[in-house]
């Protein structure tokens, strides 16, 4: 598996780029934000991958940030949500708004987004909050104790929206240690975990 690519930037196309890694050109599968964020060719660049193997086709993707990519990997469990779909939500929306869009049951926001309509945007934050449920009792499980009690209000909001985008608690429990949240908003708290665990 290829967790990330850094090399020169070759060339930039409507829905991937090239980079040269070694000698070798990887064409990466991007989102059109993402490759407007890379900057100019023959530039360094540092690129999360995705790679997805099938039986006719090896395929990478690629995020400009580690929450991008666990943001696709989420979209890519939810079904009838196939690679191309989820590239083009991750170009429409971050994904802190989506996180917080699927914790708090925000259908109007997901329905914002190309491809999504009431029914797709239920399905997925059903799903999702199925799997970080199922999650949360695994992690309960592994460390043989009960599932911490829940803190009350925003902060609870920010660590269900950072495991629907795939981080563990304990991960989050640092993440949050190191962040002052009293002053902050849900979408801030996130952001700024989201800082920590990207690290």
Do not use: H, W
């Not at 050109?25 to 995705?50: A, H, N, Q």
């Not at 104790?145 to 902060?155: E, Y």
């Not at 563990?168 to 949240?181: P, W």
């Amino acid at each position: 598996m290829i967790s990330y690519l850094k090399g020169s930037l070759e060339a930039k196309n409507i829905d991937s780029i090239i980079i040269e890694v070694g000698g070798v050109g990887y064409k990466v599968f991007m989102s059109g934000s993402s490759i407007d964020k890379l900057g100019e060719i023959g530039k360094v660049v540092k690129v999360f991958t995705y790679m997805r193997v099938r039986e006719d086709d090896v395929s990478l993707y690629g995020f400009c940030t580690n929450e991008e990519l666990k943001m696709f990997e989420q979209l890519l469990g939810v079904s009838g949500v196939g690679a191309k779909s989820a590239l083009s939500i991750l170009a429409n929306i971050s994904p802190s708004s989506f996180a917080l869009a699927i914790i708090t049951g925000d259908v109007e926001t997901l329905k914002s987004l190309p491809g999504i309509g009431a029914k797709s945007a239920q399905r997925m934050i059903l799903e999702l909050k199925d799997k970080m449920k199922t999650q949360e009792a695994i992690e309960a499980k592994e460390i043989n104790i009960k599932a911490p009690v829940k803190p009350l209000g925003k902060l609870q909001d920010a660590i269900d929206a950072l495991q629907v985008l795939g981080y563990g608690r304990k991960d989050i429990d640092i993440a949050l240690s190191n962040i002052n949240t009293e002053e902050l908003t849900v979408e801030e708290i996130i952001k700024q975990a989201l800082k920590y665990l990207g690290m």
